[in-house]
């Protein structure tokens, strides 16, 4: 696999040209980024920590993201907010919006949106997974820390499909050259931060139409299970206004609230 090294310094260099400052580590491996800033959840200053390699990457609902040095990107970054935790509600779906028009503007157009937390192919893989997001809080001072973590496939690992039983997409299908790594950190964590000082002004409200927008599965036919144990099946909506999915079912509109789509069909 190819490797283009991962450099602090050249991130926090490429950070500056994006006009943010942010303090930056970078880790050949360790369990799970977000693992290891839940453990340094009271430190004060927004940190953006990379790891070359996690030896315990996980999504949500304890799934496992499986990642191989030198193809993938993988960082949290920690960030104070003053609000308590329930204030965040929709907040993965903002950092999903910053995440996408940051590989938009490097010309990886075709990517969208999965309600809650995934980004995915638009383009001749249509609906296979590019990247997650995984965000974790907690109480720190008056506020919350939010561990905000991010997986992306940067390059094609063969035969990862076929063992994960699953779709993939990589960024190298959808934009070419590829950019080095350290240069697409500091623009998705850029754009990020940008997003984050939104949010924390406006909420869920200044990003739900653009969601709306790159919602991948807009239209089509869903079953959703809900972390309750339950599946509810029917068309996607778009969201409601606590970034809940909305979904057109045979009694009637239904929202739901921490669940997964589990499967789309078109209509």
Known sequence: MPLDDLDPAA?????????ETLEVEVLDSCSSTNSVLLERA????????????????RGRRGRRWTTQPGAALTFS??????????????????VGVALARALHSLGAREVGLKWPNDLLSTGRNA?????????????????????????LNCRVVPGL??????????????????PRRDALAARLAAE??????????????????????LHALRGQRLRVSTDHGRVVSGYAD???????????TRSGMR?????????????
């Open 127 to 151: 609906g296979a997974k590019l990247g997650g997001i995984l965000i974790e809080t907690r109480s720190a001072g008056d506020g919350v820390a939010a561990i905000i973590g991010v997986g």
């Open 42 to 57: 009271d430190e004060p200053r927004a940190l953006l920590l990379i790891a070359d390699a996690q030896s315990a990457g």
């Open 77 to 94: 970054l920690r960030w104070r907010f003053p609000a308590p935790a329930q204030a965040l509600r929709g907040l993965s779906l903002a």
């Open 255 to 267: 929202t739901v609230y921490n669940g997964s789509v589990v499967m789309a069909r078109r209509a």
């Open 192 to 213: 990020l931060a940008r997003a984050l000082r939104a949010f924390e002004s406006g909420g869920l409200a200044a990003f739900s139409e653009e969601w709306e927008s």
């Open 161 to 178: 499909e076929d063992r994960l039983r699953r779709r993939l997409a990589a960024l190298e299908e959808l934009v070419q050259p590829l």
């Open 238 to 248: 778009g969201l409601a206004a606590d970034g809940g999915l909305r979904l057109r």
């Open 11 to 19: 991130v926090s260099a490429c950070l500056a040209r994006e006009g």
